[in-house]
């Protein structure tokens, strides 16, 4: 039976994170309702998760430039991608489903499929510098540097995830806090929180990709709550 994770977890939650943590995290202002029909609640964790993860790199600073010039923001391009990708995919979890471990360990998602489905113009037109009448087409570092960084986050996904989605890393890692805590809401946030800081710790060191930072009510599906199942 499905078990709704309150807002006073979440509280707690937010609670033991370090403030170091918090203000290290961007703003993200993401919606936890889309007008998406997720197959199954598994699917609704997993979107948002990767979501997320998605929305972390791209607002990092060093992108700004490129969202400046674009006119547009870490946001929109985070979900235009990631609905994109989802309505691209098939249901099962197999490498059909670009939102699948087993997709990004194969790589279908490199910088030709990013650049598409998160509309990233790595290819802009200048003028030629002689022929003024003449555009040519040459890459956009800034684009590419983009496309780069989420080609990094896919590719280390699927190095690092032993099972078929982010979604369930996730769950089980709720799982596992819910059963220690058995339903004290302040060990839970304590424990899910070291849990997550654990499932991070061991990056490579230059890998700024992956990064599992909940965000105050962002923690949820698409009717406001969590809901996990035990087997």
């Known amino acids: 039976m499905a078990e709704p994770i309150s807002s006073d977890a979440i509280a707690s939650l937010l609670k033991e994170l370090s403030k170091s943590t918090l203000d290290d995290a961007p ?50 391009t985070a979900l235009r991608g990631s609905v994109s990708l989802f309505l691209a995919s098939e249901e099962k979890w197999t490498s059909a489903n670009l939102l699948s ?64 989605s982010v979604g369930e890393a ?6 596992e806090s819910q059963e220690v805590a058995n339903g004290d809401v302040a060990v839970f946030a304590r424990v899910f929180t070291e849990q997550v800081s654990a499932s991070i710790s061991h990056r490579p060191a230059d890998s700024q990709a992956v990064k599992l930072v909940p965000a105050q009510g962002q923690i949820s599906s698409a009717d406001g709550t969590l809901h996990t199942s035990r087997s």
Not at 28 to 36: A, D, F, G, Q, S
Not at 105 to 133: C, Y
Not at 139 to 148: E, L, N, S
Not at 170 to 175: C, D, N
Request: hydrophobic share 40%; glycine share 4%.
């Open 27 to 76: 703003p993200t202002y993401l919606p936890t309702i889309l007008p998406l029909a997720l197959p199954t609640p598994e699917h609704t964790l997993n979107f948002f998760t990767t979501l997320h993860l998605i929305h972390h790199t791209l607002a990092q600073p060093i992108h700004a430039a490129y969202f400046h010039e674009i006119n547009s923001t870490p946001r929109d």
């Open 101 to 164: 471990a087993a997709a990004w360990k194969k790589d279908k998602l490199d910088e030709r499929a990013i650049a598409e489905h998160f509309e990233i113009q790595v290819i802009r037109e200048k003028e030629h510098e002689t022929m003024k009448a003449i555009r040519v087409g040459e890459r956009w570092d800034k684009a590419v540097g983009v496309a780069a960084a989420l080609h990094r986050l896919f590719q280390e996904l699927g190095e690092r995830l032993d099972g078929k």
């Open 170 to 175: 996730v769950k089980a890692l709720v799982e």
